[in-house]
């Protein structure tokens, strides 16, 4: 199975963007591109999810490279409440999260 | 509806004895997961069930780890014989398909002293 790879960790300006990459370049061509983010002492909470064109949802955008080989969480205006782990995930029916990258916001 | 659950939130063992963790998945899922997170790590994957079939076991660490959906909805992760080791979060998710968004509980935070 393919895996990921993530910068450790990264800190953040309250109400600035961020933008979280990734390295994927083993991915399959059905490989889904998802993301996920853990708050502490939580589970995984679903954040976004693509396949090959980018996505934009509530909570953030998802920008996929042309060889799809890496891809980019944006958050527009982080927050507080951003403050997790951030996990970058191929699916199959197994989903390898690795050590993800872990968000520090500063106020 | 209700969001997948997990019973107990916490548990305290001692080495050698046998513990039994529920999940709740969503209703209506199809698949369901449990993922191992040892302190500081990401989450593991143990094993995988689409309804009451178990296709993927492949990431269980020992054949003290069992877990079973009789029914095609509740699962039960048992680990028998516990070891210091085992100290982790167990997580269980669910999702309509496997390659769907799976949808995580809050785990379980079993401590083996």
């Known amino acids: 199975d393919a895996k990921t790879t993530q910068p450790n960790s990264m800190e953040s300006n309250e109400e600035e963007p961020v933008h979280l990459p990734c390295n994927h370049s083993t991915i399959s061509g059905t490989d889904y591109i998802h993301w996920y983010r853990q708050l502490p002492s939580q589970g995984p909470e679903y954040v976004i999810h693509g396949l090959t064109s980018n996505v934009n949802n509530r909570m953030a955008s998802l920008a996929i490279a042309e060889d799809r080989k890496s891809s980019t969480l944006i958050l527009h205006r982080a927050t507080l409440r951003d403050a997790a782990v951030y996990y970058c995930i191929l699916n199959g029916n197994q989903f390898y999260f690795g050590t993800g990258t872990s968000l520090t916001v500063i106020p | 509806g209700a969001g997948v659950s997990q019973s107990p939130r916490y548990k305290v063992a001692k080495r050698g004895q046998d513990v039994a963790l529920r999940c709740d998945p969503i209703?209506?899922?199809?698949?369901l997961f449990w993922y191992q997170q040892a302190l500081g790590q990401g989450p593991e994957f143990l094993t995988y069930f689409q309804n009451e079939a178990q296709l993927d076991k492949s990431g269980l660490p020992s054949d003290r780890f069992f877990a079973e959906r009789p029914e095609g909805s509740v699962s039960t992760l048992k680990i028998q014989r516990t070891q210091q080791e085992d100290s982790a979060v167990y997580l269980c998710?669910?999702?309509?398909?496997?390659?769907?968004?799976?949808?995580f509980g809050p785990g379980t935070r079993l401590l083996v002293l």
């Open positions: 209703s209506g899922h199809v698949s």
């Open positions: 998710a669910s999702s309509f398909f496997s390659q769907e968004t799976q949808y």
